[in-house]
């Protein structure tokens, strides 16, 4: 892969081609997206999109024993603050009785700075946050100001590394060099590969004896990596790990609640198992070309098929088919079970759906399942990781409506002015469009809920019947609030705005 020789991991626009600017059918998105006809592709009017800054903080904010040194603007470590309460409630489901949420500085980089530099500040804060809080590691996050000043954060750490215990992890999340938030993840394991796995000397292993070495050999022929990233909940995590310890598999999560020192022991595993594509591709193709670890990085497991995909494909990897194909059977079995009631109020109603790629278009797929009618989907990019997942909703539909982009609320309230779904399932950034539109609203992750494999998939199915069962409060809401938009806008085309590209630009 070669890209952690570079201080900067390259963008996704240039590393897979990634779209955010399109409109049209699932089937049109799929062909222009194999034909190279979205690279180039703009919007004339844009608003409200997402900083990569923002998926970068939600991540780094949740390691263990570290300080994150915002370096920038003191508004850009704003996040901190939002993140914070689910932070401390995760600290106190691991068990902590004195949870400390999240613990972030800013170098807070005013216009005199912009000027002549912020370098100087943030070497003093490195040092002032290691004598303070004696933290395992220092991850300092450089955002746009930083950036666009030309402050040498590698330099910087280079400099003051030998002057402070923790390890120091530079992380480039400059906004505005990319339009694709999902860039930030690949920021995000660039840094933790580098300085938490790229070790001048290997860590060694003292086995006393052969029975001792060949005992150690098993346990980790059977430890699998399970990637976490941040949209996870505490019970998503509980129910793939209760899946792969069916299986008799040894589970290790990475990377949010991952204290810096075990971030060692992904390089150790038999298999590394993505459950959202979107997040995980670069980590887990450096574990491969690195330290020889393969990874499975197709599905993510939401619903009850792509459930069954996922545990099929890390069955297959162990030769544990049979063992996979009862669980599945016993799991599917009570599931149906359970879903008799619900299917029956859901079939037939109207649903749009709005998140990260992968996730919008697997949850699609799983409102299919119920029977519900999917009227849009509108991811906030596209790549090739959505494919498999958008092949499923063409079999279904090939007239899915599919518009990409990061949040653009204006053609959020165009379409669901023009459908009228009957809920509405996105981020909270989404959600309080269609709120505003009398459209009942659920979170498509977070909080308390599960919503991957057998029990997220009664979880999400029980909290949409609950949700439409009383749409009241929306319906409140829309008579009390208006909209920021023209009438005139919602009897225009949703993706008026959107500019078809050319190689030339």
């Not at 399109?22 to 997402?50: E, H």
């Not at 029990?455 to 909209?483: C, H, Y």
Request: charged residues 25%; proline residues 5%.
């Amino acid at each position: 892969m070669s890209y952690l020789d570079q201080k900067v991991a390259p963008k996704r626009e240039e590393r897979l081609g990634t779209c955010v600017d399109f409109g049209g059918s699932a089937c049109d998105l799929k062909k222009s997206f194999n034909g190279g006809c979205l690279r180039n592709n703009d919007r004339g009017f844009c608003q409200g999109s997402i900083c990569q800054l923002l998926p970068g903080l939600s991540m780094l904010n949740t390691i263990p024993d570290s300080v994150v040194i915002v370096h920038g603007s003191l508004g850009c470590g704003g996040a901190g603050h939002s993140q914070s309460a689910a932070v401390r409630g995760r600290q106190i489901l691991a068990g902590s009785t004195n949870p400390r949420g999240t613990l972030w500085l800013s170098t807070n980089l005013n216009e005199m700075d912009v000027v002549t530099g912020g370098e100087a500040k943030l070497a003093e804060a490195i040092i002032e946050a290691d004598r303070r809080y004696r933290p395992e590691s220092i991850i300092v996050v450089s955002s746009c100001v930083p950036g666009i000043i030309g402050d040498d954060l590698d330099g910087v750490v280079a400099r003051i590394q030998p002057q402070v215990n923790g390890v120091i992890l530079p992380v480039h999340c400059e906004g505005f060099k990319t339009k694709v938030m999902a860039t930030a993840y690949d920021a995000v394991y660039h840094a933790i590969s580098r300085r938490l796995l790229e070790k001048e000397e290997e860590e060694v292993r003292l086995i006393p004896d052969e029975l001792e070495e060949a005992a150690e050999k098993i346990r980790r022929s059977r430890q699998v990596n399970l990637m976490n990233v941040s949209s996870g909940t505490p019970g998503d995590e509980k129910e793939l790990t209760r899946l792969l310890n069916a299986l008799g598999l040894e589970v290790k999560i990475f990377p949010c609640f991952t204290h810096p020192d075990d971030v060692k022991y992904a390089a150790e595993a038999a298999l590394s198992i993505s459950t959202c594509p979107t997040h995980d591709d670069y980590f887990l193709k450096y574990l491969q070309e690195k330290f020889g670890v393969p990874y499975l990085l197709r599905y993510m497991p939401i619903g009850i098929k792509n459930t069954n995909s996922w545990l099929r494909e890390v069955a297959k990897f162990f030769h544990l088919e049979k063992v996979a194909k009862r669980i599945i059977e016993r799991e599917t079995d009570e599931l149906e079970l359970a879903l008799q009631p619900l299917r029956q109020t859901l079939k037939g109603k109207k649903a749009m759906l709005s998140a990260g790629e992968v996730r919008t278009l697997a949850t699609a797929g799983w409102l299919q399942e119920l029977g519900l009618e999917i009227i849009a989907v509108r991811p906030y990019h596209y790549d090739e990781f959505g494919e498999p997942a958008l092949d499923k909703l063409i079999e279904h539909d090939p007239g899915l409506q599919a518009n990409v982009g990061t949040v653009q609320p204006f053609e959020t309230v165009n379409i669901i002015e023009k459908n009228k779904p009957d809920i509405y399932l996105g981020h909270n950034s989404d959600n309080i469009w269609a709120a505003k539109s009398g459209i009942p609203v659920l979170p498509v992750y977070g909080g308390p809920n599960t919503y991957v494999g057998y029990a997220g998939a009664f979880d999400f199915a029980r909290n949409i019947n609950r949700v439409l069962k009383n749409p009241s409060f929306n319906q409140n809401l829309m008579k009390n609030v208006r909209q920021p938009y023209f009438k005139s806008w919602y009897t225009d085309q949703p993706y008026k705005y959107i500019v078809q590209g050319s190689e030339d630009l």
